[in-house]
């Protein structure tokens, strides 16, 4: 719902996001099962076992735990950055803070990637912005 609100501001402000947005989805969406099952089984996995299981959990060592969502969601952001979507960027950097935020309050990882896939699917494939 999140993220539907931040595409009905972006038209009502009439900001320049909705030609992003569309790319966005016509560089992301799955295409053939293989798409799919790299996706929800490699991908998203992949992203949040790396992302929050280890840098922000050694982010953690270093600084506050909630200093290290932050910081994770930036670096998490800033490696979507060579896409050259702002709005993909943008999406990484709030995902980011959920997710951190939810690794944070749960520690739990299957309940992060089971998150993740279902943030995806509603997304990606039954509801997409697009």
Known sequence: ????????????LQLPFIDQIQALYETVNPTLWWHYFVLFCVIIPGEELFWRGLIQQRLSY???????????????ASAHIYAGN????????????????LYVWKRNMVLLISSHLI???????????S
């Open 1 to 12: 719902m999140i993220f539907v609100v931040g595409k009905v501001v972006i038209i009502i």
């Open 62 to 76: 270093l600084i506050k735990p909630k200093q290290a969502i932050f910081v994770g969601a930036i670096l998490y």
């Open 86 to 101: 702002i709005v993909l960027v943008l999406a990484a950097l709030f995902g980011g803070i959920i997710w951190g935020s």
């Open 119 to 129: 943030f995806d699917l509603f997304l990606v494939i039954l509801f997409p912005l």
